[in-house]
Structures are given as structure tokens and as C-alpha cells.
């Protein structure tokens, strides 16, 4: 019990970070209902963690983002050839999930290029890029889930957006991590975006990761699922052989995507 209050005291604290840069301890003491001795602990064990860095009377979040449109242009055919790929998995009646990230970017611009089997689906995302890629340029149902605007990856985020997708019930969560390894799992470069992604997993009755060859063997700033938590990977073929046997041994499915 003990750890569960630590774990959402932790949660509680980079939310705050996420949103503001910094938090003070005294006003986190009072927001939290939580003493500044035991917040001083937990702000020692998230800096342990590479979370965040100490200051006098607080902390300030160690922020290791790529900027959203840096990020537009690396491995973009990749990323390309895996949207596409990934749409491949789309049936009639599904209600999926298509997470923010520019790889799930371009699968949102290959469904709206049309897919003539799929002819009812509701998609529900996150992802400000995605809603605009896809709103009215499609004939399915899109949700875009609201809360606070995180402007690194155009999305949204905190506790509306958490509220929101705890109500949800999900065929799909196509997951777009910033990295994977078999240590650390998928991985994602911010806290926040984090825990949006770990909610949805949560209401997924599947998980298939969309991420491209380039990101296995990196670790980024927050593990969203261990490496067994998805049940499929979408991925272009320069897969390295010692991340096909970690898939295999992990019982993912491979789903190679054609540079075509």
C-alpha cells in the first residue's frame, strides 16, 4: 500500500512538472496533503530516476523531448512504409486507438487516402496532428480525447484527458513509442505522454506497436509496457536479427512493411 501512494504521489508530482517546468515543495506539500519530509524523499527518488533535478526548495523537470517537427523528418519512409503497413490490420466495426507520434501520423494520412474493405470504424486519439490529418477527410467516426495541450508532440494530455480514456473500451491501441529495448521496454521521451499511453493500454484488448527499425536498442525517458506488453509489431525490414529474436522470444508477432 505503501508503494501504490508513493508510485501516485510520484505520478501527482510530474504531472505538475510537465505542466509548469518546476514545482516548489511547500506548494506541493499543500496540494498533495503530504508532508515536505516525505515529498523531499520523493523528489530524491524521481532524481535517482533521472526525472528531474533538485533545486532550493523544489525541483525543475529534465526535459529530453525531440521537437515534434525534428522528429517529422528522421526515418521519415520508415515511418511512412509502417503507417501504411499498419492499416492493413484495420477491420470493419473496430473501435481503435491511434497514438500521437509521427509515425501514427502517417498511418492516419494512409486511412485518409481511403481503405476500400474497412467501411465502419471509430477512431479515438490523443493526437491534435492526427484529428486534423483525418477530420473531414473520412468517412469513420473520429474521437479526439481533450485535457491540457502538451505543444512538443500536439497532443493532449493530464487528467481530463486520463478521466476520458478510462471510459473507453478499445479494440486496438496502435502504440508509437520513441524507443524500444529489452531492458527498458517501449519507451517514450516524456513522463506525461507516458502515462496517456499506459491508460490506454489499460482499456486496450490489444496493443500493436508501430515503430520503425531505427528505434530498437534505444532507451528514452519513460517505459510505457515491457517488451511483452504489445501482442504485434509493425516494422519496416532493416530489423536488426537480435530484435527479431527478442520479438520472437517475447511472442510478438512481427508485421513486416514493404518499401513500396
Given at each position: 500500500?505503501?508503494?501504490?501512494?508513493?508510485?501516485?504521489?510520484?505520478?501527482?508530482?510530474?504531472?505538475?512538472?510537465?505542466?509548469?517546468?518546476?514545482?516548489?515543495?511547500?506548494?506541493?506539500?499543500?496540494?498533495?496533503?503530504?508532508?515536505?519530509?516525505?515529498?523531499?524523499?520523493?523528489?530524491?527518488?524521481?532524481?535517482?530516476?533521472?526525472?528531474?533535478?533538485?533545486?532550493?526548495?523544489?525541483?525543475?523537470?529534465?526535459?529530453?523531448?525531440?521537437?515534434?517537427?525534428?522528429?517529422?523528418?528522421?526515418?521519415?519512409a520508415q515511418?511512412?512504409?509502417?503507417?501504411?503497413?499498419?492499416?492493413?490490420?484495420?477491420?470493419?466495426?473496430?473501435?481503435?486507438?491511434?497514438?500521437?507520434?509521427?509515425?501514427?501520423?502517417?498511418?492516419?494520412?494512409?486511412?485518409?487516402?481511403?481503405?476500400?474493405?474497412?467501411?465502419?470504424?471509430?477512431?479515438?486519439?490523443?493526437?491534435?496532428?492526427?484529428?486534423?490529418?483525418?477530420?473531414?477527410?473520412?468517412?469513420?467516426?473520429?474521437?479526439?480525447?481533450?485535457?491540457?495541450?502538451?505543444?512538443?508532440?500536439?497532443?493532449?494530455?493530464?487528467?481530463?484527458?486520463?478521466?476520458?480514456?478510462?471510459?473507453?473500451?478499445?479494440?486496438?491501441?496502435?502504440?508509437?513509442?520513441?524507443?524500444?529495448?529489452?531492458?527498458?521496454?517501449?519507451?517514450?521521451?516524456?513522463?506525461?505522454?507516458?502515462?496517456?499511453?499506459?491508460a490506454v493500454?489499460?482499456?486496450?484488448?490489444?496493443?500493436?506497436?508501430?515503430?520503425?527499425?531505427?528505434?530498437?536498442?534505444?532507451?528514452?525517458?519513460?517505459?510505457?509496457?515491457?517488451?511483452?506488453?504489445?501482442?504485434?509489431?509493425?516494422?519496416?525490414?532493416?530489423?536488426?536479427?537480435?530484435?527479431?529474436?527478442?520479438?520472437?522470444?517475447?511472442?510478438i508477432t512481427?508485421?513486416?512493411?514493404?518499401?513500396?
Amino acid at each position: 500500500m505503501a508503494d501504490y501512494l508513493a508510485d501516485h504521489r510520484q505520478e501527482l508530482i510530474m504531472t505538475t512538472l510537465s505542466a509548469r517546468g518546476e514545482c516548489r515543495t511547500k506548494q506541493l506539500a499543500e496540494q498533495l496533503q503530504s508532508s515536505e519530509m516525505t515529498l523531499r524523499r520523493d523528489l530524491a527518488e524521481l532524481e535517482k530516476r533521472g526525472l528531474l533535478r533538485r533545486v532550493h526548495g523544489g525541483a525543475v523537470l529534465l526535459n529530453r523531448d525531440v521537437d515534434y517537427a525534428q522528429r517529422q523528418e528522421q526515418g521519415q519512409a520508415q515511418k511512412q512504409w509502417v503507417g501504411r503497413a499498419a492499416t492493413r490490420l484495420l477491420k470493419s466495426g473496430q473501435t481503435v486507438y491511434l497514438d500521437a507520434g509521427t509515425t501514427a501520423q502517417e498511418m492516419a494520412r494512409a486511412i485518409a487516402q481511403g481503405l476500400p474493405e474497412v467501411s465502419d470504424l471509430s477512431i479515438v486519439t490523443h493526437s491534435i496532428s492526427i484529428a486534423s490529418e483525418l477530420a473531414g477527410r473520412t468517412p469513420y467516426q473520429l474521437q479526439l480525447i481533450g485535457g491540457e495541450i502538451y505543444q512538443n508532440a500536439m497532443s493532449t494530455v493530464g487528467p481530463v484527458a486520463l478521466a476520458q480514456i478510462a471510459n473507453l473500451h478499445l479494440d486496438v491501441f496502435f502504440l508509437a513509442p520513441g524507443a524500444v529495448d529489452t531492458h527498458a521496454g517501449w519507451t517514450n521521451s516524456n513522463m506525461i505522454e507516458a502515462m496517456v499511453k499506459r491508460a490506454v493500454v489499460a482499456r486496450s484488448k490489444s496493443v500493436v506497436s508501430i515503430c520503425d527499425s531505427a528505434k530498437w536498442g534505444q532507451e528514452s525517458f519513460a517505459t510505457i509496457v515491457p517488451l511483452d506488453g504489445v501482442s504485434r509489431w509493425v516494422v519496416d525490414r532493416g530489423l536488426a536479427p537480435e530484435a527479431v529474436a527478442a520479438a520472437k522470444a517475447a511472442d510478438i508477432t512481427l508485421i513486416y512493411a514493404d518499401g513500396m
